[in-house]
């Protein structure tokens, strides 16, 4: 806020009034003059010297409304806001004035002229705010006091109210005092009505206390009406309500231990209890016998076996009366019994829903069809039965894989869940193995064919032994399995047994000139080789199956199911030995120049050559060998014999063994000099001529079938020819033999006394003496 300037013509109006007073320095200045002149030089800038200001500002400007210079305070109000310096020069000059009562002012007035503008001078605002400054004590004075008799007044009032409620303060008193006499009368009079209170509500409380004990107690040991419905009603289904009323019944039996065993013995409130409890127990465990026992008659009738948990539950309840199990589980058996002939009749007769499966007995021209399909349906029954016992009785996993061996414990280390099941499994199943027993038997007995039985047997004994790993050795299944298993083997070696002698009793026809196995032995090895066939099937990749074929060949049993080849090989192998050898001495004695070494050598080789494919017929491999190997042999001597005699080396190599050394070998008849000559002679044109040498063509050993008998016998005569050939060499070059020049005599005639050339003549490797 800026102080307004004042008018040029009353500047010099101040200055001449600041003449006239003299200088303000000089004269001493009364105490408001020093209060005003601090209170002007403060610097404005300051924040409550403004709010101070502003105050005044307002009081003038309040009081301008009633009063013609109204206008002047608040010029004044403004001026306050100008310049700092400005403002305090003006109050300054103006301190005298305030000192001389108005004096100077007077004379200021006068010393301005008359005209217009000392006029509007006189409404300046300057002319205000000095006017205003020097009645300000004055109207400071007077706010003051009209403050102290708004003060006044206004106590006065409140003096009158403390009176009015000193009155009021004292009445309260005098009624006080009556009420607190009242109440020490009513608290002297009520005294024995507070203690007989007291002790009410002690006694209470004790109450109280009681009442809670025994409402635990009751609790805790008694079963609740819901509770006691649920296992006596028969309304109240078997189900979550009655298992949990159950468990709180043998848990408050348990509880209530704790009162039969008192110092004094058992209290009257545990046998009352304990006799509750049982009986309502009673109860419940026969409501779970009947429920169970009409489940078990509905369930055993699907084909569909599902446990669901209520039933596994209540078996599981069950177990812990089991004379109330067994009853139950006597009536499951006997539903299941009934249920599985039914449904093995029915897909016997009519087949599956709708006619799909079609029915058994369709198959039944196709035996082998016909029983597998038979003991397919009750292996697949029994899986389905297992299963559902071991859900009803909550078996856990064994952590077997599928399709591999069950282990079963020895009847006193059985589990009770394994006994049951096994129990039951045997007895559903126990009905349905008369009409498979007859149908089986039936199917067995009409069969004529050995491979059909053998096939029919191997069938049986693999489902007797997939079944008696379900189901154990000791059910009746198991035994009827082994019975009709028994009945296909022995029904399969009698079909073998009656071949065997019909082929005993052939006879070779004398008119036959050939060498090859007959007819009778062609016939009777296809059947072999068709059985081995399907008992390497059977076998297949079953190491278990391998080892009970290597026990068997190791310890031959006579258990009539548990056969191996070895018996079957005795049956079949050894009678078609027998009667090549024998039919072939037979037709020999009647026709001497037929050659029964070859003929029995060609048998043998053909009936070895349909077992080698086979491992499991090792044994009978190795007899057969043995045979082979002593006809070579003497078919090998005969050949050797005839090249030697063809060669001319006969005599002399007979006379070079038989040699005892007793006289020198040049002077023995057969193979004197000229003899030996002679001979070696006739044997270099023989190595130059005969086809013998280079090839095998013996019209003798042509005739064997095996290209590789006829090498090896060949081989190993032309073998034993070298080796005569080197010792009769070495003989001759013996000095106490006496041939003359006896290198010589050698190195005419070819190989000229040179063994290894002769085996390169062979063709052969020459061995190791």
């Given amino acids: 806020m ?15 009034q600041r003449k006239n007073s003299g200088s303000w320095t000089s004269q001493s200045r009364n105490p408001i003059s020093s209060r005003l002149y601090k209170v002007l030089s403060t610097n404005f800038d300051d924040e409550s010297t403004r709010e101070a200001l502003q ?51 007077e004379e200021g007035n006068r010393a301005q002229s ?6 509007f001078f006189e409404n300046t605002s300057g002319e205000v705010a000095a006017r205003a400054r020097k009645n300000l004590k004055r109207d400071m004075e007077l706010q003051l006091a009209e403050g102290s008799r708004h003060f006044l007044k206004v106590l006065s009032e409140v003096d009158e109210k403390l009176v009015a409620l000193q009155k009021h303060v004292s009445a309260m008193h005098i009624s006080c005092d009556e009420a607190e006499k009242q109440l020490q009368l ?13 002790n009410l509500r002690e006694e209470r409380q004790e109450v109280e206390d009681q009442k809670s ?29 009655f298992f949990q009323a159950m468990d709180k019944t043998e848990q408050i039996r348990e509880d209530c231990q704790v009162l039969m065993a008192g110092e004094d013995g058992p209290t009257k409130a545990g046998r009352d209890i304990m006799a509750s409890t049982a009986s309502l127990l009673e109860q419940g465990y026969e409501k779970i016998l009947r429920w169970c026992s009409y489940e078990f008659r509905q369930i055993g009738r699907d084909s569909q076996l599902e446990v669901s948990t209520v039933m596994r539950e209540a078996v599981l309840r069950l177990r812990k009366r089991p004379e109330l199990l067994n009853e139950s589980l006597a009536s499951l058996s006997l539903t299941r019994q009934t249920t599985l002939t039914s449904s093995f009749l029915t897909a016997l007769t009519r087949g599956g829903p709708s006619g799909l499966p079609r029915p058994i007995e ?16 009750v292996h697949q029954a029994i899986a389905a039965e297992r299963e559902f016992l071991e859900a009803l009785f909550s078996v856990k996993e064994d952590g077997r894989l599928i399709g591999s061996a069950r282990e079963f414990a020895r009847k006193g280390k059985m589990s009770q869940e394994e006994e049951w099941i096994r129990e039951l499994m045997d007895a559903a199943v126990g009905k349905v193995c008369v009409p498979l027993k007859i149908r089986v038997q039936q199917t067995v007995r009409s069969q004529e064919s050995a491979i059909m039985s053998f096939k029919i047997a191997n069938l049986l004994q693999f489902y007797k032994s997939t079944m008696t790993k379900t189901i154990g050795d000791d059910a009746v299944l198991s035994i009827t399995l082994k019975e009709i298993t028994d009945l296909a083997y022995k029904t399969f070696f009698d079909s073998v047994e009656a071949q065997c002698r019909s082929l005993a009793r052939t006879t070779l026809d004398l008119e036959d000139t050939s060498l090859t196995p007959p007819i009778p032995i062609l016939d009777h090895v296809q059947i072999l080789r068709e059985i081995m066939a399907v008992y390497q099937s059977y076998l297949g990749d079953d190491d278990e ?5 290597e026990d068997n060949r190791k310890n031959p049993t006579s258990n009539i199911s548990n056969v191996g080849f070895l018996r079957i090989g005795d049956i079949m192998v050894q009678p078609a030995v027998d009667m090549c050898l024998n039919a072939a001495e037979v037709k020999k004695r009647l026709r001497p120049d037929w050659d029964k070494d070859v003929f029995v050598l060609n048998c043998l080789s053909y009936l070895l050559s349909v077992l080698e494919p086979f491992e499991f017929t090792k044994s009978q491999r190795g007899l057969i060998q043995e045979r082979i190997n002593s006809k070579v042999e003497e078919l090998t001597e005969e050949h050797y014999h005839g090249i030697m005699v063809n060669a001319g080396l006969d005599e002399i190599a007979s006379l070079c063994e038989n040699h005892d050394g007793s006289e020198p070998l040049s002077h023995i008849p057969g193979i004197q000099p000229f003899q030996l000559q002679s001979a070696l002679t006739t044997y270099s044109r023989w190595l130059s001529t005969s086809t013998e040498v280079v090839s095998s063509s013996s019209p003798r050993l042509s005739r064997l079938t095996l290209q590789r008998l006829h090498t090896q016998i060949h081989h190993a005569a032309l073998g034993r020819m070298a080796k005569a050939y080197g010792m009769i060499c070495e003989k001759v070059r013996r000095k106490e033999n006496r041939y003359e020049a006896a290198a010589t005599l050698l190195g005419t005639e070819r190989p000229f006394g040179q063994v290894g050339l002769l085996w390169q003549i062979f063709g052969l490797k020459e061995e190791d003496e």
């Fill in 2 to 16: 800026s102080v307004p300037v004042p008018h040029p013509d009353s500047s010099s109006s101040i200055s001449t």
């Fill in 545 to 549: 199956a391998m080892k009970d074929e």
């Fill in 55 to 105: 105050t005044l500002s307002e009081l003038y400007a309040s009081s301008s409304s009633s009063d013609p210079s109204g206008v002047e305070a608040s010029s004044f109000s403004k001026e306050l806001s100008q310049n700092n310096v400005d403002l305090n020069d003006t109050l300054l000059e103006n301190a005298d004035d305030v000192e001389g009562e108005g004096e100077d002012d």
């Fill in 213 to 241: 004990i025994v409402s635990l107690f009751l609790a805790r040991f008694t079963l609740t009406e819901e509770e006691t419905e649920a296992l006596v009603s028969r309304d109240v289904p078997i189900g979550k309500r």
């Fill in 186 to 198: 009513s608290g002297e009079a009520s005294k024995s009505l507070l203690e007989r209170a007291g």
């Fill in 362 to 377: 369709l198959h039944a021209h196709d035996p082998l069809r016909y029983i597998g399909d038979m003991l397919a349906w």
């Fill in 114 to 119: 008359s005209d217009g503008t000392l006029k």
